[in-house]
C-alpha cells in the first residue's frame, strides 16, 4: 500500500551527506514487529496513512503515548533499535531543532507530511547530516478544489440555503433569495504560486477574470497583475 506522502518526497539533501544506504523508508524484510525498523510520529492526523506505516515500521508516536515530550524522546533514543526517521507535520507539532537532534542522535531523515518546513531548522539538519523532505505539491490539487468549492457555495448559498430549510424558514419566509454566479466574476489571488496557479486556471474554466499579486510578474501566464512594488502599480 502506497501512501501518498511518501510517494512523492521532495526531497532535500543535507550538505554533508544523502541518505544511509540503508534508507529507514525501505521495506522491512519482514512482518514480524522485531524486523520492523523504529520511526518516530509526531502528529500524523490522517488514520490511514498511520495505520500503513504500522505495517511497515515500529511506530512510536508521541501524541499518543501520553508521555512528557523528554521522557518520550530519552526512551526512543535508549531503546534498542533507536529510530533514524521521523515523521511530522506543521503548524502545532513539535519543532524538529537542535534540542531534538540532540536528544534522538540517531535520527537520519526527517519528513514533513505538509508543503511548509518552517517547524524544521534546516540549517541544523544539514550541519548533521540529517536528510529532509516534504511531500512538495501532493495536496495543492485538493486545496485548489477546496478554494474554488467554497467560492461556488459562498456564491451560490448552497450551504446557507441548506441550513434555511432544515430550520423550517422555508413556510415562514418563502423562497430563499437567489445566489449570484461566479462565472465572469473578477477575482484577485494573493500569491500565484503552485496553489494559486492551480486556482485560476479552475476559475479561468468558469470564464472568470484573473488578477494576482505576487513578488514579482509571472511570465508564464496570461493573468493579470494587480500587484505594487518600487511604485509600479498593475491593474485589471
Not at 496553489?195 to 479552475?202: D, E, F, V, W
Request: aromatic share 8%; hydrophobic share 40%.
Amino acid at each position: 500500500m502506497t501512501t501518498p506522502a511518501l510517494a512523492n518526497l521532495n526531497f532535500i539533501p543535507s550538505k554533508k551527506s544523502q541518505l544511509p544506504s540503508a534508507s529507514p523508508f525501505a521495506m522491512a524484510s519482514s512482518s514480524e514487529p522485531s524486523a520492523l525498523p523504529t520511526l518516530l510520529v509526531f502528529r500524523v492526523r490522517e488514520l490511514r496513512f498511520l495505520a500503513a506505516l504500522r505495517e511497515r515500521y515500529r511506530v512510536l508516536d508521541f501524541f499518543t503515548s501520553g508521555s512528557p515530550l523528554a521522557a518520550f524522546l530519552a526512551a526512543a533514543a535508549g531503546g534498542a533499535d533507536p529510530p533514524r526517521a521521523l515523521v511530522t507535520v506543521g503548524g502545532d507539532s513539535v519543532r524538529v531543532d537542535a534540542a531534538l537532534l540532540d536528544a534522538v542522535p540517531s535520527l537520519r531523515f526527517v519528513h514533513s507530511t505538509g508543503a511548509g518546513l518552517d517547524h524544521i531548522d534546516l540549517g541544523e539538519c544539514a550541519r548533521r547530516g540529517v536528510g529532509v523532505a516534504s511531500s512538495g505539491t501532493v495536496y495543492s490539487t485538493d486545496v485548489a478544489d477546496h478554494a474554488v468549492g467554497l467560492l461556488v457555495d459562498v456564491l451560490r448559498r448552497v450551504s446557507a440555503a441548506d441550513r434555511f430549510v432544515r430550520r423550517g424558514l422555508w413556510p415562514l419566509h418563502g423562497d430563499y433569495p437567489l445566489g449570484s454566479k461566479l462565472g465572469g466574476k473578477r477575482v484577485g489571488i494573493i500569491g500565484l504560486g503552485n496553489i494559486g496557479t492551480l486556482i485560476a486556471k479552475r476559475l479561468a474554466a468558469f470564464g472568470c477574470v484573473i488578477c494576482y499579486s505576487s513578488r514579482k510578474p509571472k511570465e508564464s501566464v496570461s493573468y493579470r497583475t494587480c500587484w505594487r512594488r518600487s511604485g509600479r502599480t498593475g491593474s485589471w
